[in-house]
């Protein structure tokens, strides 16, 4: 699970992460992104567009809209059901 993710941010992660092209780890089964779109730390709400061959395990992006004063706050998106709902599937 991630949450307003910086995993777009070309300047800061993307052209790092390694291997490339990127892809999810290999244990992975299921991989659920929620974020709200004035969230400053999202660079992108497609993160499938990053990952084009983990369609089977990443999942369409969950919007949201947290409350403006903190939209990458934490507390924010755990509040909301997109965030809870597959937290509570594995647990």
């Known amino acids: ?37 004035d969230d400053f730390i999202v660079a992108t709400l497609r993160l499938r567009t990053l990952f084009p061959d983990d369609d089977a395990v990443l999942e369409r992006t969950r919007r949201v809209k947290n409350r403006n004063l903190d939209p990458h706050g934490a507390t924010e998106y755990l509040s909301r059901w997109e965030t809870v709902e597959p937290l509570a599937d594995l647990l």
Do not use: Y
């Open 1 to 37: 699970m991630t949450f307003g993710s910086p995993l777009g941010l070309r300047s800061i992660l993307k052209g790092r992460l390694r291997p490339q092209p990127m892809r999810s780890p290999a244990h992975l089964k299921r991989w659920v992104n929620v974020a709200d779109g």
